[in-house]
């Protein structure tokens, strides 16, 4: 996306992630923050019970690696001027903030069309942009999570209560991917047709769109799917479950269809005679005799630590996993091996600060990309690239419309 400019006015992760997948995608995304405060989440100093560094903020990083940062305070005249002067040389405007908001302070669709008609208009939001709750604000934590029904599928009914979503900013950053697809699609009909278009992702579509088999066999059937206490998981295929090692971790098979798998699998649980067994040697009885199998399987991996299956299952031909923390994630070969993690400069000027690269990967190549910028770090460099001359920039400082 070379060439293409997105200019940004919008806060926290869900819309400020898909103006970081963009500027991965190399496009050149312009972020307005409030010439004081900045985001708001910069002033954010606990993520799930972690105390955070303010200079190694992974909820300002990760969605805002590869921006530059002007401050724009959008409801005085002279900031919503400038605001203006760079929609006019922009491809795409990206907001999540509220109708009432837009209206007021005069970025609201008609407002930037009327300073750049072609502009692709794409906006975030907790339930939509039409009916009744549209001028509703939320979080992932009650869209994505609490309202669509996915926490209550997560939810064992066995624990009589409703779990905690978490991973912060969860359904943002899956949310900001779909706006950033959908930001894709747009340019490439303003390519072919000439035409604009405005865009609409919101937190309770994205999740109905990743819960969406489930949400489609329930208004089939009218029963609702929910996770289970792992004492009360069943399975009719043995090597469909999670086992635990001797040391307490987990391993996870997941081997689908087992036809052809069978033997292979036996042998590497250290079960070789199980493969000949007329209660396990083809798929049906496997599924009649399911939990015998399971307790048979459990008691082999019961009998070796976590490492030991981790190491010896990656020659299996079947599907498995290991059971890991996202921190294990990170040094886990695979992940590493496909540049999952790329390091930028920390603001603090201390070790590189990790980052997750985007879920796309063009040309097996690994993402370059540049720290998240500091509060209004980039206002006078884009003001002059506009060819705003000093003078005037100095006006705007002085009246509190810049910083």
Not at 43 to 51: E, Y
């Amino acid at each position: 996306m070379q060439g293409v400019r997105v200019l940004e006015v919008a806060q926290f992760t869900f819309v400020p992630a898909a103006g970081a997948i963009l500027a991965d995608w190399g496009a050149d995304v312009i972020k307005v923050e409030h010439p004081v405060r900045g985001d708001t989440q910069r002033g954010f100093i606990n993520m799930g019970g972690f105390q955070l560094d303010p200079n190694r903020h992974p909820l300002i990083e990760h969605p805002n690696r590869g921006k530059r940062s002007v401050g724009i305070d959008v409801s005085t005249p002279g900031g919503q001027e400038i605001l203006y002067e760079i929609a006019k040389t922009a491809d795409v405007f990206l907001t999540n903030y509220l109708p009432a908001q837009r209206q007021k302070n005069k970025f609201d669709v008609e407002h930037i069309r009327a300073a750049n008609p072609d502009i692709i208009y794409a906006r975030g939001s907790a339930y939509g942009d039409k009916g009744p709750e549209r001028d509703t604000g939320g979080f992932d934590g009650t869209a994505f999570w609490t309202r669509s029904g996915v926490g209550h599928a997560l939810t064992p009914e066995a624990i009589n209560g409703a779990l905690s979503q978490g991973i912060p900013a969860f359904g943002d950053s899956i949310g900001g991917m779909n706006i950033a697809g959908g930001i894709a699609a747009a340019l490439f009909h303003r390519e072919r047709t000439g035409e604009t278009a405005e865009i609409d992702v919101s937190l309770l579509s994205t999740a109905w769109w990743a819960a969406g088999a489930s949400v489609t066999q329930g208004m089939e059937t009218g029963e609702t799917m929910r996770s289970l206490m792992p004492d009360d998981a069943t399975s009719v295929n043995p090597f469909m479950a999670n086992y635990r090692t001797s040391d307490g971790g987990t391993i996870n098979l997941c081997i689908v269809s087992p036809t052809g798998y069978i033997r292979d699998a036996f042998e590497h649980l250290g079960l070789p005679e199980l493969a000949d067994d007329p209660r396990f040697c083809d798929v049906l009885p496997l599924i009649e005799n399911a939990s015998e199998g399971v307790e048979l399987i459990a008691q082999a991996i019961g009998s070796k630590p976590f490492e030991y299956w981790r190491q010896h299952l990656k020659t299996m031909k079947g599907q498995w996993a290991p059971f890991q923390s996202l921190t294990d994630l990170a040094s886990d070969d695979q992940a590493v091996a496909n540049d999952m993690i790329v390091e930028v400069e920390a603001t603090d000027g201390g070790k590189p600060f990790k980052v997750v690269r985007g879920p796309v990967q063009f040309n097996h190549e690994p993402l370059e990309t540049t720290r998240a910028p500091q509060a209004s770090e980039h206002t006078e460099i884009v003001l002059m690239e506009l060819g705003i001359d000093w003078d005037r920039i100095s006006e705007l400082k002085d009246s509190g419309a810049i910083a």
